[in-house]
Nanobody, 115 residues
Framework: QVQLVESGGGLVQAGGSLRLSCAAS????????MGWYRQAPGKQRRLVAR???????NYADSVKGRFTISRDNVKNTVYLQMNSLKPEDTAVYYC?????????WGQGTQVTVSS
């Protein structure tokens, strides 16, 4: 059973920064691609950023140049550094782990950006 625990969300003013963390347990973390998704009220959950086991990354166009995903395979943790935040970044952010047994999700962490 894979467990993912997100932290680091909160309320921030536009232009500010936050760093989200996702601590993983229950699987061989370093073999898994990891991702951050977000879901705003009334909208579908969408990919924000993804990092493979080898460290390759991809980002949604809306966050390119502002967000950075990274991973620490010793701490079994994936991060999302979010800079120059905008009100439209407001959403619940979810961590995702792609394993041989399926995709697993964290409980989500709220990010609210005020204008």
């Amino acid at each position: 059973q894979v467990q993912l625990v997100e932290s680091g969300g909160g309320l921030v003013q536009a232009g500010g920064s936050l760093r989200l963390s996702c601590a993983a347990s229950g699987s061989i973390f370093r073999f898994n691609a990891m991702g951050w998704y977000r879901q705003a009220p009334g909208k579908q959950r969408r990919l924000v950023a993804r990092i493979t086991s080898g460290g390759s990354t991809n980002y949604a166009d809306s966050v390119k140049g502002r967000f950075t995903i990274s991973r620490d395979n010793v701490k079994n943790t994936v991060y999302l550094q979010m800079n120059s935040l905008k009100p439209e970044d407001t959403a619940v952010y979810y961590c995702n782990s792609e394993t041989d047994y399926g995709n697993y999700w964290g409980q989500g962490t709220q990010v609210t950006v005020s204008s």
